[in-house]
């Protein structure tokens, strides 16, 4: 089974991604972040009934999460001090809560997506 790359994504691509991807990276998952807040705001806009604040819940988690992630430098996280291993832990664990953050935004927006979901079907 071929499941390198180089077999289905052109060499200039994955050329491209590895000189410029750490910075268009973050880049595109900021803008696409903001494009979900806009949509989610014009749907909440045009929506002729009032959306519980329930909902408002998942999206509030995963931005603090990003704004978690965003918090740490990346130098914390690459560079490794011998004489200064607790700013090493401390980064590394920070990061591993605002991905556990980040999860539990997912788990939210998956529960409350049920419990509107169950309510609905209860009612009809």
């Not at 519980?52 to 819940?57: A, E, L, S, T, V």
Request: hydrophobic share 50%; net charge neutral; proline share 4%.
């Amino acid at each position: 089974m071929c499941l390198r790359a180089e077999y289905y994504i052109s060499p200039a691509v994955i050329q491209w991604w590895e000189e410029r991807g750490r910075t268009w990276g973050p880049i595109a998952s900021g803008a696409l972040f903001g494009a979900g807040w806009w949509f989610w705001v014009d749907a909440v806009c045009i929506s002729n009934h009032k959306v519980p604040f329930d909902q408002y819940i998942p999206g509030i988690i995963a931005t603090l999460a990003l704004i978690m992630i965003n918090c740490i430098r990346r130098d914390d996280l690459v560079e490794i001090d011998p004489f200064d291993d607790a700013t090493f832990c401390r980064s590394r664990l920070w990061l591993f809560a605002s991905y556990v953050v980040s999860f539990a935004s997912i788990v939210a927006a998956v529960w409350v997506m049920i419990a509107h979901y169950g309510k609905q079907r209860d009612r009809g």
